[in-house]
């Protein structure tokens, strides 16, 4: 099983941007799909963006197209999600998802698809 550990959370203005680094070690990083997900306060946890193994597949949040890109580094074992135009309403921590999958192109959007998580990063977003 893939351990993830993420990074680079922070408090932000409105409009600012913030860089979410998620570093897997134990499995072959190759073989997961790669996801983001957030949980504001007393809300459900939900998908913000996920990249495919090979990294031709992206699949990204509606309110989010646009603003956030994810991306990741096979040689590095890490997955990236760049956040511009940030708004109050994207403050919440943010969690790292595994999913071992065969398919290369396979970029899930179910919480319950992803079996490996981090402990999450928060962002606060102020107005």
């Known amino acids: 099983q893939v351990q993830l550990v993420e990074s680079g959370g922070g408090l932000v203005q409105a409009g600012g941007s913030l860089r979410l680094s998620c570093a897997a070690s134990?499995?072959?990083?190759?073989?997961?799909?790669m996801g983001w997900f957030r949980q504001a306060p007393e809300k459900e946890r939900e998908f913000v963006a996920v990249?495919?193994?090979?990294?031709?597949?992206?699949n990204y949040l509606d309110s989010v197209k646009g603003r956030f890109t994810i991306s990741r580094d096979n040689a590095k074992n890490t997955v990236y999600l760049q956040m511009n135009s940030l708004k109050p309403e994207d403050t919440a921590v943010y969690y790292c998802?595994?999913?071992?999958?065969?398919?290369?192109?396979?970029?899930?959007?179910?919480?319950?698809?992803?079996?490996?998580w981090g402990r999450g990063t928060q962002v606060t977003v102020s107005s």
């Open positions: 998802a595994a999913k071992l999958h065969s398919f290369q192109d396979y970029a899930p959007t179910s919480r319950a698809d992803f079996g490996s």
């Open positions: 134990g499995r072959t990083f190759s073989s997961y799909a």
């Open positions: 990249v495919s193994r090979s990294g031709r597949n992206r």
